[in-house]
Each structure stands twice: as C-alpha cells, then as structure tokens.
C-alpha cells in the first residue's frame, strides 16, 4: 500500500482532497483518508464531506438550508457571495453556470439534498477522479488517493499506453489504475444521495472561434488582467518569470499593475544565440518599482538532471521530470526575497497562438485567403508541396485516424507538416518498447478509435485543447512540487476564462505567417510598451537539453540497471542501455526518451513510497 513520504509537506497551491455524501457508510470509509496533516470539512449533520489537505487562503465555503459549496483554489469570491449562490441552488447542474462566470483556477464542489456536484477546471489544470470504495462512490482530485485506498496497482497495459510518444487523447486522460475512473475536464461528476451511483455530466463547451481579433482582443487583456489580479489582490511580494517574451512579458506587467511587490526573474540560456536577457533588460527599462533578479546561466540544472532522487508524490507518469530540476531551481531564492507566489507566463504559446491545422477547413471555406496564409507556413516551416497537398486532402474522422495509427506504431515520424494540418502528431513506438507492450498500446488505441470522438469537430479546435490539455497535466504536477519545494507557481494563462477568450477569437487571425502572436499583441498594447511588443521568436534551450543528455549519461544508464519497466515485460533494458552509452545519437535530440523516462520514474517513486 501506498503511503506518503515525510518530505511531501503541502502548502498553498497544493490542495488535494476527497469528497463524500452525507452517509454513514461514506463516514466510515472517510475515516481511511484521513491521516496526519490532513483537514476535514464537515456537512451539516457533522460527517465528513471534504478530507484532504488545504490551505485556509484556498479555500472558500458556504451553507444555505439544504445546500452547501465549496472553492477550492485560486477565486476572488468571498463568502458572502458564495452564500447568495447556495441560496440560490435548486439543481446541482446550476453549479456550472457559476464556474463559467468566476475568475481564477479551482475545484467547485456541491452538496445538496444528498447529492454531491464535483467538478475542476476546463484546461484540465485541476481534475476529478472517482472510485468504489467499500461499496461507497467517491470523489477525488487526485487518482493515487483513490488507489491508496483501494490498495490497487498501476495496470501493466495501461503503463505501455503511456510508453507512446506522443499519448493522443483520449488515452491521455485515463488513470493508471483500472479501479479509478477519471472525469473529462468539460464534465462534472454527480453522485446520487444513494452514495452509490454516480454519472458524468458535461459543463463546459469550447466558444465558436468567430470573433474578430479586434472584438477579441480587448476580451483577452480582461480575462488576463483577471486572471493576475486573482493572484495578487492580497498584496505582498510576488515574483514573476520574465523571459522576454511576450507571454512571461505580458503577466509580469500587469503584477506590477496590482497591490504587490514584484521581483522578475531572468534565467538567461546557454546558448550565445539565446536573447531572453536583452528582451528581460528592454522590458525592466519600463518597470522601475520591479527588482530584477538575473540567474547565472551556468549554474541553473539542465535537462535529465537529478532523474534518480525524484521522489514527489504523482499520479501519473508526466514528462515533466526532464526539467523538474530547472523549473524548482530559482524558487527558494525567491521565496527568500518576500515572495509568496511564483507567476508563469506558461500557457500563452497554446492559447494566444493556435494550431495551423484550422487551415485545413479554411483551405475548403476560404481557399483563396488560406492559399495565400499556406504558402507563407510552408516558407516558414520548409513544408515540403506534395505534403502540404496530401495533408489537405486527408479527410479521415477522428476515429478512424485513430485506428490507423494503431497499425503504423514502428513507422518512421512522418512529416511535419501532416502533423500541423492533421489531427495530430500520430503516436509512435521505438526499438526498446517489447513486442507485448506494443501489443498493449495498438489494443488501446483500437478501443479507442470505436467510440473516440474529437474535441471538436474542426480539427484545428481540437488539436488546440488538445494541447492545451496536455500541457495542463505536465503543469499540474509542476505546481504540486513547487508547492512542496515552498513557493507556489501559477500560470493564468492557464486559467478558464483566458482560453475562453482565446479560443473564441478567429483562428485566421490568431494564426500567421506573417505576425508572431497578434492576438497577445493586441490584447497587451495598451499595457505593455511597444518596444517589447516587437519580439518576433522564443529561445528553444535545445543546448542545454543536448548538454544534459551528455552530462547525465551515467544516470541514465542506472535509471535503466533495475528497470521498473523492464520486469513488467515493456521494455528492453538492454536496448536502453546501450543508448544511455550513446547520448549523441541523432534520434535523442527529438525527445523520444522522454515518454519512457517519465513511466520509469513514476514507477520508482511509487516504489519509494511503499510500507514493508
């Protein structure tokens, strides 16, 4: 059975919990969740309705005759409100119309007349999951909650799923333990006053992208401005990525709109082509209240670093243990300058921009402007013509990409181009990945190809959730270890009603060949200076990726003496191995270790965890 380690203390931003119905049977099963530091939040009769871990600042409740909700996260409402709200509720479907209209990121939980309402954001940042648990439905914001209590083990076939690279979806979204049962982020989950049955009900749907950018953009800087006024409304010190770029640019001005202290942070590249510290300089010039703290480039982790010692409580394997080391490096010394919270500018590269894959309709609705807009991307992205044709007559739906793509896992990579106008990067397999692992993943896939059906109907709107979602479940882990580390993260970018805003706006003005994110330009004009409106690129750290690889070749090599894998049958330890001896191999560079990586450190924190 799982257990926490000591060192996984919680603090803001890492609230995680379960939620029960007002039963006995359901008290009785509350009390295996309990455990030291964990709170409990009551419903009227005195039993359980909330067990986990929460801060006081992240937490917002309220009770009104038969009704009671929660926040939990990052939302301006205060109690009052919440309580007019509860006054209000006649159904628990109303819930959703209050998630749409609040600022912020955070789970919304309900109660009312027996019923429970359980539901996280739509990006995907916060999630539910739900489980039977000595005959008793319940709900959790995290999948290993639910499989400590049930005492389950990690499916084997499900584990080889996550070996491909990439994971589409919806595979992406199932937990790793066929016990658990993950809710969608556009759903809700509802639980019957019976506390047994339980179903999914969809809450949220992705706006038409039909606004014109100059309608758009104004939407856009309120929600952003929202966003980060969620985050700093309380004053206090905070601090801030500050790239150069236009994402990281554009949050650390509007922090230094609100109530509090900002300390920028600048991690330049190793890379002498790197250009984030002259970009962070130009935009300082315009902040003079904001100290600017500038990191040495050498001494900041690179990528592969400290693979070995991971020992944060996760539950799923993330890519995002590749730069775990660089992300959490700069944050103790920033907590040691006053700040309270870490703000991100991640997330704007997937809603500010959008997929090129929106010309694939466009190309049948307005040929002529998406001729013009094509032959500009295939400049720009060297796409080679007959490609660029074939990936514009392929009209395959969804499922049936799907299941085409479970019989080619061994294929070369194929163009980019087919990736940006298809419905996606189709996944593959690599020679260390054993034949019954490959077996496993096509045997997924084919399951999921007879019921999948896209995020949306437009290509180009689904592969830009779809993004947006994957990108979510790295940043959802990233924030559960920066919490731990001691300084809160948060992206706004991330935040419901920023994509909302983003998503709703054209996609053939998001999305050019010839203006780098005009929409954020727009949006930011009148908040950020010119100047620092002209950039134009984005430092790519393949240096320091590269170096890591050569740099952590013995780790690399031990990650894979006593592979996790490898005893479940899934991979070929001696294949890994023999190309840990050979970091420089060309392949590497296209991060296709990554997917396998990240399985086999999950496992071995997993294993870490485990009582005698």
């Known amino acids: 059975m799982t257990q926490p380690h000591t060192s996984a203390g919680t603090g803001p931003g890492d609230a995680d919990f379960a939620v029960f119905t007002d039963r006995a049977d359901a008290a009785a099963v509350a009390r295996s969740f309990a455990r030291p530091g964990t709170r409990t939040l009551a419903h009227a009769s005195g039993r359980p309705w909330l067990v986990g ?29 919440l309580r007019r709200h509860a006054a209000r509720l006649r159904d628990p479907a109303e819930v959703g119309a209050l998630a749409r209209s609040l600022p912020g990121s955070f789970h919304l939980v309900a109660a009312l007349d027996g019923r429970l309402r359980v539901q996280g954001t739509a990006s995907g940042l916060r999630l539910v999951f739900h489980a039977q648990v000595s005959g008793v439905r319940v709900a959790a914001t995290r999948a290993d909650l639910l499989a400590h209590a049930l005492d389950a083990e990690p499916d084997a076939e499900r584990l080889a799923v996550r070996l491909l690279w990439p994971v589409p979806y919806p595979l992406f979204e199932t937990s790793l333990w066929r016990e658990v049962t993950a809710v969608p982020p556009q759903d809700a989950l509802l639980i019957g006053a019976d506390g047994h049955s339980a179903r999914h009900a969809r809450w949220w749907t992705p706006p038409e992208p039909v606004r014109p950018l100059a309608d758009g953009a104004p939407s856009v800087r309120e929600a952003l401005t929202a966003a980060v006024d969620a985050r700093t409304r309380r004053g206090g010190v905070v601090s801030c ?10 949050v650390c001005f509007l922090a230094d709109r609100s109530a509090a202290r900002v ?56 890519i995002g243990v590749m730069d ?9 010394g920033l907590a040691e300058r006053g700040s309270r919270l870490h703000l991100t500018g991640i997330g704007g590269d997937h809603v500010a921009w959008c997929s090129e894959a929106y010309y694939h309709r466009l190309a049948r609705t307005r040929p002529l402007f998406a001729l ?15 490609d660029t044709l074939g990936a514009l007559a392929d009209s395959r739906p969804y499922g049936t990409w799907l299941a085409d793509a479970a019989g080619s896992l061994r294929d070369p990579v194929p163009a980019t181009v087919t990736t940006s106008l298809g419905w996606g990067m189709p996944p593959r397999l690599f020679d260390w990945v054993t034949p019954d692992a490959e077996q496993a993943a096509r045997k997924a896939l084919r399951e999921a190809a007879a019921t999948a059906t896209p995020l949306h109907p437009d290509r180009g709107l689904h592969a830009d959730l ?28 991330l935040d419901d009603r920023v994509v909302e805003a983003c998503l709703a706006v054209r996609p053939s003005e998001r999305v050019s060949p010839w203006r780098y994110k005009p929409l954020l330009t727009a949006a930011m004009r009148d908040v950020v200076p010119e100047a620092c409106l002209r950039r134009t690129n984005k430092a790519a750290a393949s240096m320091d990726a590269a170096e890591g690889l050569r740099r952590h070749r013995a780790d690399l090599m031990a ?5 996790r894998l490898e005893r479940l049958g899934l991979v070929d330890g001696n294949a890994l191995r023999r190309l840990a001896e050979r970091p420089s191999t060309p392949g590497l560079r296209d991060a296709i270790l990554y997917s396998t990586i990240a399985t086999e450190v999950w496992l071995r924190g997993l294993t870490r965890t485990r009582t005698p």
């Open 53 to 81: 871990r929460w801060a006081d600042e992240e937490i917002v409740t309220a009770r009104a005759g038969h009704a009671a909700l929660a926040v939990i996260g990052c939302c301006p409402i205060d109690a009052t409100e």
């Open 241 to 250: 990525d500050l790239s150069g770029g236009l994402d990281s640019t554009s």
């Open 263 to 318: 300390v920028a942070s600048t991690w330049p590249g190793r890379d002498p082509a790197d250009t984030d510290l002259h970009w962070a300089e130009q935009a300082m010039r315009h902040l003079p209240d904001v100290e600017h703290v500038v990191w040495d480039a050498d001494a900041s982790p690179l990528v592969y670093d400290e693979l070995l010692s991971i020992d944060d409580l996760l539950d799923e394997p993330t």
């Open 324 to 332: 775990r080391s660089r992300v959490l490096h700069h944050l103790p």
């Open 372 to 386: 013009r807009q094509l032959r500009g991307f295939r400049a720009l992205w060297q796409w080679p013509l007959r």
């Open 466 to 493: 779809e993004q947006i979602r994957s990108c979510t479940r790295i940043i959802r882990q990233w924030d559960r270890m920066a919490a731990r580390a001691g300084l809160p993260m948060a992206s706004p970018f």
């Open 559 to 563: 990650l894979w003496e006593d592979s």
